[in-house]
């Protein structure tokens, strides 16, 4: 989805108009319309106020230009309710809410996070040895493991 189209669908699902909008954000109504028909984007710091206000990540606002993926465990981020948050509420893109959770590393080091996931990513055609080793092989190119 387009930058314009997740603005206004921001916009519509909390029943504001273009003027509730650019006052909750402190900018004008054209600049909003602006938005939403796509000739400009808003600035860093209003991306910055729109995901700490309407509960979003950037990713998505940019219309996920990306795939995010857990820098730790490699989860694909693809929502914003597994998208970890810093101890202010705001996103933080690089993690999961299950290896980073309230500013802290849930796993202290690798075997932790290893045992884990062979315990709860393994079934009969993917015994824990096998997924260990995958993940093994995995974690270290993650960028919290380089």
Known sequence: MATKDVLKEIRMKNNLTQDEMAKKLA???????????GDSTPNIETLKQISKDFNISINTLLGSPRRLICQCCGMPLEDDTVISREPDNSF????????????QFVYKNMDELLDFLSEHMSNKEFPPEQARAYFSEQLPKLKHWK
């Not at 900018?27 to 028909?37: G, I, L, Y």
């Not at 993690?95 to 309230?102: A, P, Q, S």
């Open 92 to 103: 933080n893109e690089d993690y999961c809410k299950w290896c980073y959770t309230d500013g």
């Open 27 to 37: 900018v004008t109504r054209q600049a909003v319309s602006r938005w939403e028909t």
